[in-house]
C-alpha cells in the first residue's frame, strides 16, 4: 500500500525552516568567512548547536530511515516513526516563535545570492535523494552542511562583484576630494568615538558617518558608492579588517588624511594569530595618513601600541592621560553624573565638563579635542557641546525602571572594555547590590581561557560586583568552577533576574545579555 505522505512533508516545513534560519543566522553573523566560522568550531557553542537535545533523537532515527532501504517491511514503522518525531519538532518550534526566540538574517543581497544557490542544492539533493524520507532527514541532520556548500559554491561570482565594487569605491574616493577623510581603527571603542566626533563636527558642519558598527571593506565600498559626495566636509569611517591585506586595501579605499589609533588587543586573535600581527596590522593605518602628509593620534597609553613602529616622517599626536603624552587630559573630578577635566595641548590647558563620566571616555575624548584644536574648532562651542554629547545605543545607555538602575552596554565586548565599564558601577552610590549580566568574548583563540580566567579572577579579587550572572556557554562550566574556588558564595552566582528589586543596579555586557535586558523590561 503506498503511503501517504501528507503529514510527513506538513510536519517537517516548520522544524527545517527553523534550523536553517538558525545556520543562515550564524554565518551571516560570521560574515560568510570560513576562517571567522573555524574559531565557532572550537568552542561549545557549536558542540551544543550540533549536538543538542533534538539531534540526539533525529541521528537514530536517520540511522534507522537507512534500514528501510534494506527492508521495504519497515516502510509503516518508519513512517510513524518519523511523523510523530517532527510533529514533536512542530510543537518546539511554534513554542520558540509564541516566545520570540527563533533567530533571523537580515536580507541582504549576499544572503539573497547563497539562499538562491542552497535552493539550487536542494533540488540536486533531492534528485539525489529518490526518498522523501530520506530527503526530510538529511536536511534535519545536516543542514549547516548544505549551507556551507551554498556559501563555497557563491565565492567566485561574490569574489567577482566585491573586487568591481572596491575598485569603484577607491575610485569615487579619490574623485570625491572636499571631504576629509577620518579613518578610526583599533581594537575596541571605534564605534563609540566615531559617535563622538561625528557630534561635534555635526554641528557645523555637513558629516557622512558610517552607520552603527558598518565597518569593513565591502561595507564601506558600498556606503561611499552611493553617499559619498563632495557636498560633505567631513568623512569619519570606522574601519575594521581581519587579515593585513584586507586592511591595506580597506586603508587604499577609504584614502583618509586624519587617522585615529587608539587600542591595540586581543580581540579577534583567532584571526591574526598573534597579537604582533594584529599590532601590525593596525599601524597599517599610518601609511595613507603618511602618504597624504596629514596627522595620525594615538593612544600612548596603550602598550600594544607603543610596540608598533611608525615612519619617523609621520606626523604623530601622543594622546592619553598618563605623562609623556602631546595631548594630556586630567581628570579633577566627578561629580553628579558629570567629569571635570583638565586638557593639555599646544602649551595651553582648558577645563572641560562632560557628561562622559568613565576614564576610558576622557581618553578617546582626548585625541577629539586635540583633532578639533587642530581643525580650530571653538573652544567654547566645544564646552557646550562636551555636556550635552550623547553615548551611542547599547554602550553604557542608563535607563531607571521602578527604582532599578539598567546599564545597557550589549553592543560590544573586551577585557579592558569590560573593566572600564565595572568601573561605571564605582560612580553610583546608595544602591542595593550590584549585578553583572556577562556574555562570552569571542574569537580569542587559545588565550580564551587565560583571558575570562583573568576576568572572572578580577571580578572575585577586587569585588567590584555582588552577584553574577553567566549566559553563555563556552565558558561556564570554567567560570562557576573558578568562582567556587576563590569562594565566591554560590549563592551570588544567579541564573535569571525574576528577583530584583528597588535599588538593584545591573550592568549588562555583551550580545547574549541583551536578551536579559529584553526580558526584564518588558516584565517592568
Known sequence: METNFTLLILFSILPIINKYLFWFYVIQLKEYRLDRFREYISTLQWKKAILNFWAYIEIPVFIIVLGYYLNPLLENTIYSVVVSLLFLETIFVISKIVKKHLFFPKITSRFL???????????????????????????????????????????????KIKKKKLLEAKLRSKITTNPIKIGITWSYWKSSVKEYLSQILEQNHKVLKTPKNINTELWISDLIIKKLKNKFDYFVVEMWAYKIWEIETLWDIVNHKYGFLTAIWNQHLALFWWIKNTIKAKSEIAKKVLENKWILY????????????????????????????????????????????????????????????????????????????????????????????????????????????????????????????????????????????????????KKSGKIHFDIWKKIWKNKLVDKVFYVWINNKDDFIKWLVAWWFKVSNIIWDLDWVKSGDIILFEWRKSGIQLNKILWKK
Not at 539550487?120 to 530527503?135: D, P, Y
Not at 594622546?319 to 586638557?343: H, L, P, Q, R, W
Not at 539598567?406 to 558601577?425: G, H, K, Q, R, V
Open 113 to 159: 545570492l547563497t539562499f538562491f544557490i542552497f535552493i539550487f542544492v536542494e533540488i540536486v539533493l533531492f534528485s539525489l535523494c529518490k526518498n522523501i524520507f530520506l530527503f526530510i532527514l538529511i536536511n534535519l541532520v545536516l543542514p549547516f552542511l548544505f549551507i556551507f556548500l551554498s556559501v563555497f559554491i557563491s565565492l567566485p561570482l561574490v569574489n
Open 298 to 445: 594615538i593612544n600612548w597609553d596603550d602598550k600594544n601600541i607603543r610596540k608598533a613602529s611608525f615612519n619617523k616622517k609621520l606626523n604623530i599626536v601622543k594622546y592619553g592621560i598618563k605623562d609623556n603624552c602631546d595631548a594630556k587630559s586630567d581628570i579633577i573630578e566627578v561629580k553628579k553624573m558629570i567629569t571635570k577635566f583638565d586638557f593639555y595641548y599646544k602649551w595651553s590647558k582648558t577645563t572641560f565638563k562632560t557628561n562622559l563620566i568613565w576614564t576610558h571616555n576622557i581618553i578617546n575624548i582626548t585625541w577629539i579635542l586635540a583633532f578639533c584644536f587642530d581643525i580650530w574648532l571653538d573652544k567654547d562651542e566645544l564646552k557646550s557641546i562636551l555636556l550635552n554629547i550623547k553615548m551611542p545605543e547599547n554602550t553604557l545607555c542608563i535607563e531607571k525602571h521602578k527604582d532599578i538602575i539598567f546599564i545597557d552596554d550589549t553592543y560590544n565586548l573586551s577585557e579592558w572594555w569590560l573593566y572600564a565599564w565595572l568601573e561605571a558601577l564605582s560612580y553610583f552610590k546608595d544602591v542595593n547590590r550590584k549585578i553583572l549580566v556577562l556574555d562570552d568574548i569571542l574569537e580569542l583563540w
